[in-house]
């Protein structure tokens, strides 16, 4: 199966090998890259105590790039949007790591149940408003560090035009509401799909999932969890 992954080039690589490793063919078409502020993660996290939370593996990249200077800070309990993120965050060393198993409002509620406040929420830019929006529900006091942000990729149109020429895509796979809405605004791409009918949209979540026109909505399925390895089951 030819699959699309839309994912910024550095996860979008790794995606690519687990696809080849179950017999897929990966073409890759990164719509976004990350724009890091490791000097902000480094400020908030010595201007605070207490836990940490993260919704993204972005931020723990940004993290990796701290050095030292994270050392003293690994004893912090953090908490993660699935699995994955929490396996990022223990191989930088982090002692005490929770995963929620669901999306952003999970993990407020995680976070609240165990009474992990003042909280040091690591952000990117654009995001969802779900995790601080719930966190505010529940009176949980908490503080924002925007430590990166993920820039636009325009698409170049020869690489388009390569991957819906000959042998067309057989599933798209969207990880983020924001790339979505990135991909069918180019123009080339929202032609592609609406005149090759069949390519499966996999999305990781129903918010993902939003985006996709509603011309498409029928090739659409949502991963059982939003996290990697239940998109790909859907493969």
Do not use: W
Not at 122 to 133: D, K, S, V
Not at 215 to 231: C, N
């Amino acid at each position: 199966m030819r699959v699309l992954v839309t994912r910024p080039a550095h996860s979008a690589e790794k995606t690519a090998q687990r696809l080849r490793d179950m017999g897929h063919e990966p073409l890759l078409l990164p719509l976004r890259r990350p724009q890091h502020d490791s000097a902000a993660a480094a400020g908030a996290l010595a201007a605070t105590s207490g836990a940490i939370a993260v919704t993204s593996a972005e931020a723990m990249r940004v993290l990796s790039a701290l050095g030292e200077t994270l050392g003293p800070h690994l004893d912090r309990p953090i908490f993660a949007v699935g699995e994955m993120t929490a396996q990022a965050a223990r191989r930088l060393g982090f002692r005490s790591v929770t995963a929620s198993s669901g999306n952003g409002r999970d993990l407020a509620d995680l976070v609240a149940a165990q009474n992990a406040e003042p909280l040091l929420y690591l952000a990117g830019m654009p995001r969802a408003e779900t995790f601080e929006g719930r966190l505010r529900e529940l009176g949980t006091r908490f503080s924002v560090a925007e430590c990166y942000r993920m820039q636009p990729v325009a698409p170049d149109p020869a690489d388009t035009e390569a991957i819906f020429s000959d042998r067309r895509p057989d599933a798209v796979l969207f990880y983020s509401r924001q790339t979505a809405e990135d991909f069918f605004q180019v123009s080339a791409l929202r032609s592609a799909l609406s005149e090759q009918g069949g390519i499966r949209l996999l999305c990781l979540s129903a918010a993902v999932a939003q985006a996709i026109p509603t011309f498409l909505k029928r090739s659409v399925t949502i991963a059982p969890m939003p996290d990697e390895m239940s998109l790909l089951s859907l493969l």
